[in-house]
């Protein structure tokens, strides 16, 4: 029997991440689990508080007095023995807490006491009468009968303007029913069916192999087209036939309706779709339907790796060298570490893909760490596309102000004869379109954080894209007062007017973060783009995202090189698989497709070798230098941010924090700190950020020594520093 049970106390408070000793009650020794959600009494003052069970034992080695468990919140554990060895190794893994992780692992909704269902309203057919046979129920009933299974209580009350106790009573009454049902964004369509292929030999036998290895981590590196998703989709349909069941993890930009479309078009409408855009409501009833063994197959953004599927067969990691897989608040988790770690718990096996794999999956697949397959044509038999550099300083030379050089004015005028389609692609990343003064070099800057506003054209505003702060934008220069103050560099809206002008006939469209905004405005412009309702499509990152448009023989990347000059030493793999992505855009038809890549940089080794779709050279020339630099994968970074509206405070801080290190690495030979200096971004929303770097060879329990020491000189300022600890962070920013 278990007398005691190690209870973590839900809170923030560092200093209380332990278990902490309660007896169990008699009338709850058969319910308490491992994974159950209580309460008990807290402290000193006894204060009711919530905990998770952690741990449960015969005998209890504590000393005077232990309290009772005070009751159990919920009829189920919310998580189980295998993943709290999960959450012990992210804790210390991410240097966060336990409540941290738990927090990731089950629904945001449950701990906040959000349970409610999506319940929504259906029609009955059952006609008012009597008190009912008047307004405002008519419209009530009227409405439902448009917009059946759409509503739930809240929401009809909202648009109907009827209270919620009318709705109760039209309910009691039998005029209108509630069922349950998930409104997510595609629930209540219903899609073509997408017929499975027959796989060619390349496919057959990396499924084969796939499913026989003895292995449990493979990496699939075929370029774009090669048939990677329909490798996935048999592998799912394999392990789901043994019982098992799935997860497939793409990033959420990738998340789109046609990609969940080709999904539901070959598994059916059971399938969880998990992403961030989900209500808390609808977030509790997907892990609902998969914790009760409801739905076998899911797939999801980075955090639907913690969905609770018992009996996991495999994980699917498409498009695995994307940033966004891992997390930038604590647990600042990489979604596929925690495959390594599941597929080590439980053995399920785990499949990463890419057209351009990370360095450091690459590395493993190197040291046999993992298993490569490669893919080196296209599924449908489509060309590979011709990729041409352009050196746009030629151009200038040439007398070419504009912004396209003229390789790339030929090609578009070109495609627009023959009726084809064109994609012209800017990169986000970079500081693109900052206004500044011709004369003095004055740029205008947001006050709140130390980045360049960006110009709007259609507001005529200038506009923070950190903290969303906008301003007008002056006749004459705020330093020197010369009219020489224009807006510099690029932005898609730019290349938009400047295509107009030069091709008047052309049809445009443009897809970037402030076309998107609206629900579903990112598939009416994919399907405006796709039925050839407009000639050229103008976007950012989005458009480089598994859009399939047969009908496009042009890509056009404007300036490869703007995430080349970001001080981060990802950057160059970055612009490499940028251009390897857009460019998978191209000739995905019968027709053959050309992209020309515009850089003031051709001769960068990211850029030549991505024109050549050369990814091992790439990846042999990259991986020299970051061995050189004792850069990831050959070594760890620990970055320590902190952040505080109080500049002389933080800095006299950092610095403090710094010596102490310093003297304390003394002892670990193999680790350097650099720093500590002001972050790139070195102000967001008035808070000034500083950056301390150690970089080198964690040996395990280091890197947790480190984090607690910081936060242990960190006690006195705990309320005017913010203290960020991440391992190898996405970006050095
Ligand atoms: P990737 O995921 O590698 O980009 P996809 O699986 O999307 O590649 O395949 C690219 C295109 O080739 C799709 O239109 C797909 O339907 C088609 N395709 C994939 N495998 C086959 C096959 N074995 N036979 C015929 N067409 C295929
Ligand atoms: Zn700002
Ligand atoms: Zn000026």
Known sequence: MNRYAGIVINSTTAALDRAFTYAVPDKLKNEIQIGSRVTVSFGKGNRKAEGFVIALSEDADVQGEVKEIFSLCDSMPLFTEDDLLLIEKMREMYLCTYVDCIKVIIPSGITKGIREKTVNFLYTGMELSGRYNKEPYISVWN???????????????????????????????????????????WDDRTFASYTKKELNPGQKSIVESILKSEKSTFLIHGVTGSGKTEIYMHLVSEIMQNGESAIILVPEISLTPQMVERFKGRFGNDISVFHSRLSLGERFDEWF?????????????????????????????????????????????????????????????????????????????????????????????????????????????????????????????????????????????GFSTFVS?????????????????????????????????????????????????????????????????????????????????????????????????????????????????????????????????????????????????????????????????????????????????????????????????????????????????????????????????????????????????PCMLSKIKDAYRWQLMLKGDFEPGVAGSIRKMVYDLARDVYNDIRISIDINPSSLL
């Open 289 to 429: 339907r998969i914790k009760e063994g409801n739905v076998k197959l899911a797939i999801g953004a980075r955090s639907a790796i913690f969905l609770p599927f018992k009996n996991l067969g495999m994980i699917i990691i498409d498009e695995e060298h994307e940033s966004s897989y891992k997390s930038d608040s604590d647990p600042k988790y990489d979604a596929r570490e925690i495959a390594g770690i599941k597929s080590g718990i439980t053995g399920c096996k785990v499949v990463m893909g890419s057209a351009t794999p990370s360095i450091e999956s690459y590395y493993k697949a190197r040291t046999g760490e993992i298993k490569l397959f490669t893919l080196n044509k296209r599924a449908d038999g489509a060309e590979m596309p011709e990729i041409n550099i352009v050196d746009m300083r030629e151009e200038l030379l040439n007398n070419n102000r504009s912004i396209f050089s003229r390789g790339l004015l030929d090609g578009i005028s070109e495609r627009l004869s023959r009726n084809e389609q064109v994609i012209l692609f800017l990169n986000r990343r």
């Open 143 to 185: 409405f439902v009968m448009e917009h059946e299974g759409q509503y739930n209580k809240n929401r009809l009350s909202g648009e109907t303007n009827v209270s919620l106790s009318s709705l109760t009573s039209m309910i009691t009454h039998g005029y209108l029913i509630q069922k349950e049902k998930s409104i997510g964004r």
């Open 437 to 677: 003064c011709r004369k003095c070099g004055f740029v205008y800057k947001c006050s709140s954080c130390d980045i360049s506003l960006t110009y709007h054209s259609g507001e005529n505003r200038l506009v923070c894209h950190y903290c969303g702060k906008s301003r007008e934008l002056d006749k004459t220069c705020p330093s020197c007062g010369s009219k020489y103050i224009k807006y510099f560099g690029l932005g898609t809206e730019r290349i938009e007017s400047e295509i107009k002008k030069l091709f008047p006939n052309a049809r445009t469209l443009r897809m970037d973060f402030d076309t998107t905004r609206g629900k579903n405005s990112h598939e009416r412009i994919y399907n405006q783009f796709k039925n050839h309702e407009a000639d050229i499509l103008i976007g950012t990152q989005m458009v480089a995202k598994g859009h399939d448009f047969k009908n496009v023989t042009l890509v056009g990347i404007i300036a490869a090189d703007l995430s080349l000059n970001l001080p981060d030493y990802k950057s160059a793999e970055r612009t490499f698989q940028l251009i390897t992505q857009v460019s998978g855009r191209a000739g995905r038809g019968r027709k053959k497709g050309t992209v020309i890549v515009q850089t003031y940089d051709p001769d960068n080794y990211s850029i030549k070798y991505a024109a050549k779709g050369d990814y091992k050279g790439f990846i042999d020339e990259e991986l020299a230098i970051r061995k050189h630099m004792d850069y990831p994968p050959f070594s760890d970074i620990l970055c320590i941010t902190m952040s505080s509206e109080q500049e002389d405070l933080l800095i006299k801080y950092i610095q403090n924090v710094g010596i102490i290190l310093k003297n304390n690495l003394r002892n670990y030979d193999k680790i350097d700190m650099l720093g500590p200096n």
